[in-house]
């Protein structure tokens, strides 16, 4: 039987998703779009009479942005939000600034593919020399985190995603849902793919197929165990949902930029 109800959201719509870029841990607002799909995502959830103990957030400013936007369409403006770089988004590594459809082209879609999407492929590191190195590693909210800045990643696979969440899983989030408080996680594409997949047990084949569209909640329905008491339900019109997974999977797909 279903006792806890957990919620999971990608951000809307960042300015570089739209500009079809590897975003990852560069610090990139949301587009005019972006805000509109969280503002909807909030209305959304206020409709179906969702109430939120606790909000969980990256340190990025799209997912913060993005948790704002909900609580303020759904007047929980009160709710506390707690953040961490545990929920960032997968460090890209070298692939960080450049364009998905033109990496396709370079490098073939199916390479593209396992970058994005396989559970332990690791992209090249980023260095010194890589255009946004210093932004990222310079930006101060890197020092307060709980592991020295130069611990931090360089470069990540969905699996050293997960092996950095699960810390903040199982020491802080889920004791709060045991608790009984219902929580909303404002994230990432892979940070949310990363906890469904430890969540519902999904194989490391498996994983490939799942893709998050930005904006849209996840729910997940929960056991005293915490386990899945029934397949995750993506909220909104279904035929739109599609659409829109469709349009995140198709990023990669090999074109020229005009
Ligand atoms: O880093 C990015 O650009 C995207 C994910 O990219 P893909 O894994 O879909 O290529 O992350 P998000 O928009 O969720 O922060």
């Not at 593209?112 to 999407?117: A, E, I, N």
């Not at 559970?119 to 709980?146: K, N, Q, V, W």
């Amino acid at each position: 039987m279903s006792k806890h109800k957990l919620f999971l959201l990608r951000h809307g719509e960042g300015a570089w998703n739209k500009e079809n870029r590897f975003c990852s841990w560069v610090d990139q607002k949301l587009s005019e779009n972006g805000v509109k799909e969280a503002q909807e995502c909030g209305r959304l959830l206020k409709e179906q009479g969702c109430k939120f103990d606790l909000v969980f957030t990256s340190i990025l400013s799209r997912s913060v942005q993005t948790a704002w936007l909900v609580l303020e369409a759904m007047g929980q403006e009160w709710v506390p939000v707690a953040k961490s770089w545990r929920l960032n988004e997968r460090h890209y590594g070298s692939l960080i600034g450049l364009n998905r459809a033109e990496m396709a082209l370079q490098h073939g879609e199916e390479k593209v593919k396992l970058w994005r999407r396989s559970f332990d492929m690791t992209p090249p590191p980023i260095d010194e020399s890589h255009p946004y190195f210093l932004e990222i590693y310079s930006d101060h909210r890197y020092t307060t985190c709980d592991v020295p800045r130069e611990r931090l990643p360089r470069a990540e696979s969905l699996k050293e995603v997960l092996d950095r969440l699960l810390p903040l899983w199982n020491g802080t989030i889920a004791p709060e849902i045991r608790n009984g408080r219902t929580v909303l996680i404002s994230a990432h594409g892979n940070s949310c793919r990363a906890l469904l997949k430890h969540l519902e047990d999904i194989s490391d084949e498996d994983i490939v197929n799942l893709t998050l569209p930005t904006g849209i909640p996840v729910l997940v329905e929960l056991d005293e165990n915490l386990k899945p008491v029934k397949p995750r339900q993506l909220l909104g019109d279904q035929a739109r949902i599609q659409a829109a997974i469709k349009k995140v999977e198709d990023q990669g797909k090999a074109k020229a930029s005009s």
